[in-house]
């Protein structure tokens, strides 16, 4: 069974700036994609950022030029490198990552609140 911790999550205001990382119980180099996912209260779950095996990156529309994600392949470790953080930032926080022909792995979440 595959695990995936999160963790960085918290409270800061808005202009603030966290990062969340997500530690895999297995090599990281086995997922052909790993991401991030968000669920604000009363909302669908949604696309944060992506990143593949080869580097390729994605990211939902509402985060483009404010969140980097990475990825560090020693550490077993993928980041999402948040900035300009928003209200409209807050949710739930999920590490996702699929290997192949295999069903999706998802973390607990961490909690992101962006607040004054």
């Known amino acids: 069974q595959v695990q995936l911790v999160e963790s960085g999550g918290g409270s800061v205001q808005p202009g603030g700036s966290l990062r969340l990382s997500c530690a895999a119980s297995?090599?990281?180099?086995?997922?052909?994609?790993m991401g991030w996912y968000r669920q604000a209260p009363g909302k669908q779950r949604e696309l944060v950022a992506t990143?593949?095996?080869?580097?390729?990156?994605a990211y939902g529309d509402p985060v483009k030029g404010r969140f980097t994600i990475s990825r560090d392949n020693a550490k077993d470790t993928v980041y999402l490198q948040m900035n300009s953080l928003q209200s409209e930032d807050t949710g739930v926080y999920y590490c996702h990552a699929r290997e192949l022909y295999q069903d999706p792995n998802w973390g607990r979440g961490t909690q992101v609140t962006v607040s004054s």
């Open positions: 297995i090599s990281i180099t086995r997922f052909y994609i």
């Open positions: 990143i593949t095996g080869g580097g390729n990156l």
